[in-house]
């Protein structure tokens, strides 16, 4: 796993515990959408609709379409995180003030990633940045933009403030 996986997932994980009951209440509507698929799958196989369009609506539902709607819920689910309310939260519960609205190791720090010049490197270089690694201001510039713009390609909400 990637350095920005571990953020990505230090983030969205810490917002998955305030939010499971909204995912589990998103779950059976992302099931539903499969399902709708189901039915035109048991229109097909008309014949036994009735006995086996519940069977093969609980088969599929728990295997293929039920990768799919994970898939769905999470991303659902990760769509409604609100990031910027997330990282208050935990931030709240620091005894350091972080500036994590601006620095890359200031957000690492927040979500207990050690912060390290090589570990900034590798999020660098994970993450595609082209310029000079010695010059790590603008780096861990880059390296900031790039990740809210990456957790909000996650499906994470982040305000255009955390953007810059």
Same mark, same amino acid.
């Given at each position: 796993m990637g350095i920005f996986d571990q953020l990505k997932n230090a983030i969205f994980s810490r917002a998955g515990v305030n939010q499971a009951q909204t995912s589990a209440a %998103? &779950? @059976?509507?992302?099931?539903?959408? @499969?399902?709708?698929?189901?039915?035109?799958?048991?229109?097909?196989?008309?014949a036994s609709a009735s006995s086996s369009g519940t069977a093969p609506r609980g088969s599929?539902?728990?295997? @293929?379409?039920?990768?799919s709607s994970?898939? %769905?819920?999470?991303?659902?689910?990760?769509? &409604?995180?609100?990031?910027q309310t997330v990282l208050q939260g935990i931030a709240a519960k620091k005894p350091e003030k972080l500036n994590w609205q601006s620095s890359i190791?200031?957000? /690492?720090?927040?979500?207990?990633l050690n912060p390290s010049l090589e570990n900034r490197k590798a999020l660098a270089s994970e993450l595609g940045y082209t310029g000079d690694m010695q010059d790590s201001a603008s /780096?861990?510039?880059w390296l900031h933009r790039q990740v809210m713009q990456q957790l909000a390609a996650s499906g994470g909400r982040v305000p255009d403030s955390l953007r810059h």
């Open positions: %998103g &779950q @059976p509507s992302s099931t539903v959408t @499969p399902a709708a698929r189901t039915p035109n799958v048991s229109e097909s196989g008309s599929a539902a728990s295997s @293929p379409a039920s990768s994970t898939a %769905g819920a999470s991303s659902g689910s990760a769509q &409604q995180v609100d990031l190791v200031d957000l /690492m720090k927040l979500v207990d /780096m861990n510039t």
